[in-house]
């Protein structure tokens, strides 16, 4: 259901899917990857959710854009960049709280069967 924050979702390394938001549920239709990967006859799979760093993707972006950013003020320094990411912002420090960059998978993970299994 949600990935937290900046994910690749791969099935037998084949890409399905990438998550950059932390406010949506994830859907990601696997029909090509298992096609590909049931090629070699194989009855299992391997789903892999790789995450990246949400402070090194903030700073990416950073990077990339174009126009002129504020300051951040001071007791919001401890992961700058943060407004590049589509997460929770007081999860990146506040004047209250520390600076965790949470990253995870929350809620289920599921698999749907949306046509007969000889179809694919």
């Not at 949600?2 to 399905?16: E, F, S, W, Y």
């Not at 938001?21 to 990857?33: Q, R, V």
Request: glycine share 8%.
């Amino acid at each position: 259901e949600g990935l937290q924050v900046i994910a690749n979702v791969t099935i037998d390394g084949i890409l399905v899917g990438r998550a950059e938001s932390d406010f949506k549920y994830w859907e990601f239709d696997i029909t090509g990857a298992l096609r590909q990967s049931r090629a070699g006859n194989k009855s299992s799979f391997l789903l892999e959710v790789r995450f990246e760093s949400s402070p090194n993707f903030a700073q990416t972006k950073y990077m990339e854009y174009t126009m002129t950013q504020p300051d951040c003020p001071a007791y919001l320094e401890d992961i700058p960049h943060r407004n590049f990411i589509r997460a929770e912002q007081s999860s990146f420090g506040w004047d209250w709280g520390p600076a965790f960059a949470p990253v995870g998978i929350f809620g289920n993970v599921t698999l749907k069967l949306l046509a007969q299994p000889n179809s694919v």
